[in-house]
């Protein structure tokens, strides 16, 4: 709203707004009680079945509380989604939605790999940074002046050079290079043209080759004949003697030598060595028995070594054939040289000529002396190493520290901001509470500012009533109340109104204030109990099973009922000072706050009187604007008394004077004719005609 005006014109428009609303539906209500009462007397008047009795009833104190009730949901005030300062990979989740943390605690933390070695080097280069300073300090040290002395030195070494260049040695080195080169053109001409048209003393050897080639391979053939020859003989010659060896029964190893099967001659060496251990060391053989077994042996061994020369010279033809193939592949090479032998020549030809004139040219250069240039760049740099030999002598110049230590300024400015975004891969809880949910897994990427979690503190737990344009004139701040919560309604809640928005809501039309109230929780109630017994003595005594308790759900309902109990034998409120371990108002006394989002009823307590003179609304009589009550009935008429009233609840109203305690009244009813006197059935006036009889109890809160 711009101004107070414009609040208050809005305040007026709703007030309008509310009055309007109030006479239709008492137009609304009052045509339903018409209806109501033509059926009751219709319905009534055929058999005359009832009738109109005064009921004694005994004034007595207690207390009234006038309520406002009210709509709300819980919310906790104390909420924050928290991110990380920057992008990254998360790499651990240290909670779980649920979770109760500490402020400070550490949550979660990202992938910080790449900023923790960014921070190292930062601070590397920080403290050369640093060390530099201290050189520059320090400078020049006597390795320093060495150090430039030795290249004002060189200089001068690499200008005497140039100028004395060529010697005699560079000539003759050079000369050496070109004379190499000329030999490896040479020799590379030589082998292209050899390639490419052979000689006929190439050809005239090759040819030899092939024939020295052929020989060897016709007499290796020639000698595996005769080694073939060989063998058979030898062959017989073992069979023969095995057949004699075999001819004596005394002789040893017959099984393995007596077989009969040729195919496994010659014998193994484990055969021939086992006939040599028993007839030459382990028995005593005679003459012919060593002698079989001698022939024996040394014919086996002549067969072996037959076997043996027929691979030795198949060999020799293998190796025979491989080296015609050779000569004969060279032949063919030497004639019809591949192309690529042809381009690998040439193009070493084409190297070697290359180099030679490179060397020529690099002679000549040599011979020509020492460019001009060369010797003024030499001078120049000769200059500068001097130069920088005296800046050296000098020491460090001012500027020079200076532009040192604001470099020095600059990186720790760095590493203060790499420190920074290292800070920014970890998330620390804010403050001490729960977390309520967690949007992100271990290993996915996070973008800065992406809610991670929420952190919430359930401690933090409030009321937000939803105030209409009528409620909002009538409620204050500092209000007590009781919420029943839809979802926990066994459960009743004490709150506090604390903040009320003068702001409205509009939505379709209806305006509504926000209104916030917190829970008084655990042994607190006792301490402010005083500011709503009136409250809590209304609702569990004087206002009986009226209107209020019927609005509110099953479970408080029963709370009520038990504290109506407790308070039915005395002046109708608590003993808030004596409390016993089975009271009702214990239940108040809960620690726990409801969870958010949770609806519920708020009855809120705007205004109460305590122990003061109470009568049933039903026994207040209007006329003509006197408020009376009927003190008397007898034969001769009924009797009247002027009373004061103060505040009303709508079922029972305070008297401020006209009545003393004890004094007994009659409240007017109408009961079936049909009951016993012991039994009657009552109705109230109110239940017929909206109130008591010409008129009704004054509006709430009025007097």
């Not at 009534?44 to 006038?66: C, F, L, M, P």
């Not at 520059?136 to 060495?146: D, G, H, M, R, T």
């Not at 996915?444 to 937000?464: A, I, Y």
């Not at 309604?489 to 928005?501: A, F, G, T």
């Amino acid at each position: 709203m711009d101004n107070s005006e414009d609040i208050d014109q809005i305040i007026n428009q709703s007030q309008k707004k509310f009055g309007k609303k109030f006479i239709f539906g008492f137009s609304i209500s009052l045509l339903l009680i018409i209806s109501y009462l033509a059926w009751f007397w219709l319905g009534n008047s055929k058999d005359n079945s009832q009738e109109i009795v005064y009921i004694e009833h005994v004034v007595d104190r207690g207390t009234i509380a006038d309520l406002l009730i009210a709509s709300g949901s819980t919310e906790i005030d104390k909420k924050i989604n928290l991110s990380f300062g920057t992008n990254g990979e998360i790499l651990k989740v240290n909670v779980k939605e649920g979770d109760l943390v500490k402020e400070s605690q550490l949550l979660a933390e990202l992938n910080s790999y790449d900023l923790e070695n960014a921070l190292e080097r930062s601070k590397i280069q920080l403290e050369n940074l640093k060390i530099q300073l201290e050189k520059l300090k320090a400078f020049p040290s006597q390795e320093e002046i060495e150090s430039a002395q030795y290249l004002v030195s060189q200089a001068e070494n690499n200008l005497k050079q140039l100028k004395d260049f060529p010697s005699e040695e560079q000539l003759k080195a050079a000369a050496e290079l070109v004379s190499q080169a000329e030999a490896n053109y040479i020799l590379a001409k030589k082998n292209y043209n050899e390639l490419v048209n052979p000689t006929a003393i190439q050809l005239s050897n090759i040819e030899k080759l092939i024939i020295q080639a052929e020989y060897t391979l016709s007499n290796a053939d020639l000698q595996l004949d005769n080694a073939k020859i060989n063998q058979e003989a030898k062959k017989i010659v073992l069979i023969e003697t095995i057949n004699t060896y075999c001819d004596n029964e005394n002789l040893p190893n017959r099984s393995d030598v007596c077989s009969g099967d040729f195919t496994k001659i010659p014998f193994t060496k484990t055969i021939t060595d086992a006939i040599i251990d028993e007839i030459f060391t382990c028995c005593k053989a005679d003459s012919t028995e060593m002698d079989l077994s001698k022939t024996l042996i040394s014919a086996n061994t002549d067969y072996s070594s037959s076997i043996e020369q027929i691979i030795v010279s198949q060999n020799q033809i293998d190796s025979s054939s491989a080296s015609l193939i050779d000569v004969q592949i060279t032949k063919e090479k030497l004639l019809n040289p591949s192309q690529a032998d042809i381009d690998r020549l040439s193009k070493l030809e084409t190297q070697a000529k290359e180099n030679l004139d490179r060397r020529l040219l690099s002679l000549e250069d040599i011979k020509s002396g020492t460019d001009p240039d060369e010797i003024a760049l030499a001078e120049e740099n000769l200059k500068k190493t001097q130069l920088s030999l005296e800046n050296v002598k000098k020491g460090t110049d001012e500027n020079d520290l200076l532009s040192q230590q604001n470099d020095i300024s600059i990186q720790q400015y760095l590493v203060s901001q790499a420190e920074e975004n290292l800070s920014k891969t970890k998330l620390f809880a804010s403050f001490e509470g729960q977390i309520s949910s967690i949007n992100f897994k271990e290993g996915e990427f996070v973008g800065s500012g992406q809610s991670f979690v929420t952190l919430t503190d359930p401690l933090s737990t409030q009321m937000n009533i939803i105030a209409s344009e009528a409620e909002f004139i009538e409620m204050e701040e500092g209000m007590y109340g009781i919420v029943a919560l839809d979802s926990m309604p066994e459960s009743p809640l004490i709150i506090q109104v604390m903040s009320i928005l003068e702001v409205p809501n509009v939505q379709q039309g209806v305006v509504t204030y926000p209104v916030t109230a917190r829970f008084i929780q655990g042994f607190e109630i006792i301490t402010v109990i005083g500011n709503f017994a009136p409250l809590l003595e209304s609702l569990a005594g004087s206002m009986g099973a009226g209107m209020l308790e019927g609005m509110m759900p099953a479970g408080m309902q029963g709370r009520m009922s038990a504290m109506r109990e407790r308070s039915s034998g005395g002046t109708g409120g608590f003993n808030l000072n004596n409390l016993s371990s089975d009271s009702p108002l214990l239940s108040f006394l809960s620690n726990e706050l409801p969870a958010e989002g949770m609806n519920g009823t708020v009855t809120l307590l705007q205004k109460s009187v305590q122990d003061v003179l109470i009568v049933p609304s039903s026994a207040i009589v209007l006329e003509k604007g006197i408020t009376k009550v009927i003190t008397s009935t007898n034969s001769s008429g009924i009797e009247y008394k002027e009373v004061k009233t103060g505040l009303t609840d709508g079922e029972n109203t305070e008297i401020i004077n006209g009545l003393l305690e004890g004094d007994s009244i009659f409240i007017k009813t109408i009961a079936d004719i049909k009951s016993t006197n012991d039994d009657k059935e009552m109705k109230s006036i109110d239940e017929l005609t909206e109130g008591p009889p010409r008129g009704g109890p004054p509006p709430r809160g009025g007097r």
